[in-house]
């Protein structure tokens, strides 16, 4: 960690000289590139003087530079000498609003991301998802309790790492989402431990099942996760409402904070979801999910070909070589 600082602190001075440089002195790309040579013949032993490196530092202290403040010596952000320079580079490069680059540096200094999980993070707009979901939890979960759960979920959850078939059903979203269980995890959140699939529940002498069953560690509770692969209907919170209660009656511990229920669907009307959830006395909350095919917009994927059109393609291709093959051309 010293090391690191160190040498985030040495690539944001070299940063700020190059400013103060340009503006006092005029120098031009053409002196930055003279500037990283010599920086490399000087120090061959080390990494981190190429080219482009020494304008990701110009770039680096412009980013966080706040009202001239740094340009009179002062040095960079807490966060930034705390997380690795490749993580740095990732924020400046990828997020240009200030507010929302801190937001991410704080996350990923809180959860511990790696450089490709903070690129995931930012490339799904985890900024702007996180705490969205429609919940209850100011009325049915205690402060601050209730505010550490509205936190934890997010909506809509980007499933990008999943395909699955138009009349897919619940089971079979179920069975990928247990197949890339480390890519799950990831997009929940930090906190998260799997306990379970279709988690079997005796209630009254008949068997109920969970779809999937995780216990938070922060908020120190079961979460019990239905899924749905079709629109939110009012009737899928009568369901998460008797799922809590078995939950809290059979699992929860007298040290554990009430189950909280997670209903995520293929879509859902905002309307409709606060009226199913006004009156309900168990903690939960509904959020959309997305799948891969999602990524691309609209009028992009309703410009390729399908697969008929391309299958077609590729016979006239075959004809046409086999043509060829018969003239002996």
């Not at 013949?41 to 680096?60: D, E, H, I, Y």
């Not at 320079?85 to 959860?111: C, F, I, M, T």
Request: proline share 5%; hydrophobic share 40%.
């Amino acid at each position: 960690m010293a090391v690191n600082r160190e040498l985030v602190e040495l690539y944001w001075r070299i940063g700020r000289e190059i400013v103060e440089r340009q503006e006092r002195e005029g120098w031009g790309k053409g002196v930055i590139e003279r500037l990283a040579r010599d920086l490399q013949a000087a120090f061959p032993g080390l990494q981190g003087f190429s080219p482009s490196n020494v304008w990701r530092m110009r770039a680096f202290f412009l980013g966080h530079a706040r009202g001239g403040e740094e340009l009179q010596g002062g040095g960079p952000p807490e966060f930034a000498t705390t997380l690795p320079w490749g993580h740095n580079v990732v924020l400046v490069e990828k997020v240009k609003d200030p507010s929302e680059r801190l937001w991410y540096a704080q996350q990923a200094v809180q959860n511990g991301w790696s450089r490709a999980v903070l690129v995931h993070q930012i490339d799904t707009g985890l900024h702007a998802r996180q705490g969205q979901a429609l919940n209850n939890f100011d009325r049915t979960l205690p402060a601050p309790q209730s505010d550490l759960a509205r936190q934890v979920l997010k909506d809509p959850y980007t499933f990008d790492f999943l395909t699955l078939a138009a009349d897919a059903h619940e089971r079979d979203l179920e069975r990928a989402l247990l197949g890339r269980l480390r890519d799950f995890l990831v997009e929940l959140g930090v906190g998260f431990a799997f306990v379970g699939s279709q988690y079997h529940l005796e209630v009254g002498g008949q068997d109920f099942y969970l779809d999937l069953l995780f216990y938070h560690l922060k908020l120190r509770c079961f979460v019990v996760i239905d899924l749905k692969v079709e629109e939110f209907k009012p009737e899928f919170v009568g369901k998460m409402n008797f799922y809590l209660s078995a939950a809290d009656d059979h699992l929860r511990h007298p040290a554990d904070q009430p189950s909280i229920g997670l209903v995520l669907c293929r879509e859902k009307n905002r309307v409709v979801v606060e009226y199913s959830l006004r009156d309900t006395s168990k903690p939960m909350g509904v959020a959309a999910y997305e799948l891969r095919r999602g990524i691309l917009p609209a009028a992009i994927r309703d410009s390729l070909p399908s697969a008929a059109a391309i299958e077609a393609e590729l016979r006239k291709v075959e004809v046409a070589a086999g043509d060829v093959t018969d003239t002996g051309e």
